[in-house]
C-alpha cells in the first residue's frame, strides 16, 4: 500500500492545534510532547490522547473521507467519541442518528507495546516497540445488500463501506503523527489477513508463513470461498488431512527503522520461507459444497 504523497503533504501541514481544536480544557499538546503521550494521564478527553473530535472531523474532511461517504449518500453524519478508558479509545459514526441500525465505522484503539521474540538470532530480541493497535474496526452500509459481486464474509453482518484501504492509510498517518514505531493488526478471518498482506507482516513467522501458503495453494479460488471453507473446516491439511484452524495472531506494519529492518531481514525471510515448505493445503470441495448447500452462509 503507498500511501498517496498528497495525504503525506496534508498530514505535515495539519499542525497540533488543529487537530485539537475546540478541547474543553483548551490544552494545546505541542509536536515534542508527542513523545512522552500516555493516553492513560493526560489528554483524556483526546483520541490517543492527541485529537479532539473536532479535530477527527477535520482530518476526515482533508483526506477525503468525507467526499467518499458522501458520494455513498452519507452526509448526516453523528460522531461519538469513548475516551473514559484510559487506554482503550473508541470513535463510532453514525448515519442520521445514534443507533446500531445506523452505525456505519466503529473504530477501537489503544497503544500497544510490541516485544520481539523471534526464533532465530537477531540484535532485535529483546526490544520493545510502542504502537497503535486496532482491537476492532467494523467499516459498514447497514442499508446495503450482499450480491454476487460483494458476497459475505466471515464475521459481516452488512457489505463494507468500500473505504478499508483508506481507513488503514489514516491510521498508519495516525501512528506516524503520535511518533509510534507500527500498527498493529490482529485478523479474526482469513480474508483480513489476506487483504492486508500486501502490508502487514506476522509477528510470528510461523503464522506469516501459514497465511502465504494458503494463499499460494489456494489461489485458484475466490477470496469468500476459500474464507468460509476455512471457517466451515473445508480446508484441510494435505500431510494429517485435518482442518485448517485459523491461527489469530498480531500483524504489524513497521513504521521504526528497526521493524522495517527485521522484517525485511534474511532471517525473517528464510524463517518464513522454511516454514511454508512445510505447509501443504488443499480445499475439500465436496465437504465445502455439502455446507453451502444446507445454507450455512445465510445461518453464519
Same mark, same amino acid.
Given at each position: 500500500m503507498n500511501i498517496p504523497k498528497k495525504y503525506w503533504h496534508i498530514a505535515r501541514r495539519l499542525t497540533s492545534v488543529q487537530l485539537q481544536k475546540q478541547v474543553d480544557n483548551g490544552d494545546i499538546i505541542s509536536e515534542t510532547d508527542l513523545f512522552n503521550i500516555n493516553i492513560g494521564k493526560r489528554g483524556h478527553n483526546l483520541f490517543l490522547g492527541f485529537y479532539s473530535l473536532e479535530g477527527i472531523k477535520l482530518a476526515f474532511e482533508k483526506y477525503d473521507v468525507l467526499k467518499k461517504l458522501k458520494e455513498k449518500g452519507f452526509t448526516n453524519l453523528v460522531y461519538e467519541l469513548n475516551t473514559s478508558d484510559?487506554? &482503550? =479509545? +473508541?470513535?463510532?459514526?453514525? =448515519? $442520521? +442518528?445514534?443507533?446500531?441500525?445506523?452505525?456505519?465505522?466503529?473504530? &477501537?484503539?489503544? +497503544?500497544?507495546?510490541?516485544?520481539?521474540?523471534?526464533?532465530?538470532?537477531? +540484535?532485535?530480541?529483546? $526490544?520493545?516497540?510502542?504502537?497503535? @493497535?486496532?482491537?476492532?474496526?467494523?467499516?459498514?452500509?447497514?442499508? @446495503? &445488500?450482499f450480491t454476487d459481486e460483494r458476497p459475505q464474509l466471515p464475521g459481516q453482518d452488512h457489505p463494507g463501506l468500500g473505504v478499508a484501504s483508506k481507513a488503514v492509510e489514516l491510521l498508519i498517518i495516525m501512528a506516524w503523527r503520535l511518533n509510534l514505531c507500527g500498527l498493529i493488526n490482529t485478523p479474526d478471518h482469513y480474508h483480513n489477513a489476506s487483504l492486508y498482506s500486501k502490508i502487514f507482516y506476522y509477528l510470528n513467522p510461523d503464522y506469516q508463513a501459514q497465511l502465504l501458503a494458503l494463499m499460494r495453494d489456494l489461489k485458484k479460488y475466490s477470496l469468500d470461498t476459500i474464507a468460509w471453507a476455512i471457517e466451515w473446516g473445508a480446508v484441510v491439511d494435505s500431510n494429517s488431512r485435518k482442518p485448517v484452524k485459523w491461527q489469530v495472531g498480531k500483524q504489524i506494519v513497521p513504521l521504526h527503522q528497526d521493524l522495517k529492518d527485521l522484517f525485511n531481514s534474511k532471517e525473517y525471510k528464510n524463517t518464513v520461507e522454511k516454514k511454508m515448505k512445510k505447509y501443504k493445503f488443499e480445499l475439500d470441495v465436496k465437504k465445502f459444497e455439502k455446507i453451502k448447500e444446507r445454507g450455512a452462509l445465510h445461518e453464519a
Open positions: 484510559p487506554y &482503550v =479509545h +473508541k470513535l463510532i459514526i453514525f =448515519h $442520521r +442518528k445514534k443507533s446500531s441500525q445506523n452505525m456505519l465505522v466503529e473504530l &477501537v484503539l489503544k +497503544k500497544y507495546n510490541v516485544n520481539i521474540d523471534m526464533p532465530f538470532d537477531t +540484535k532485535f530480541n529483546g $526490544r520493545s516497540y510502542e504502537t497503535i @493497535a486496532i482491537e476492532w474496526m467494523c467499516l459498514q452500509n447497514p442499508y @446495503a &445488500v
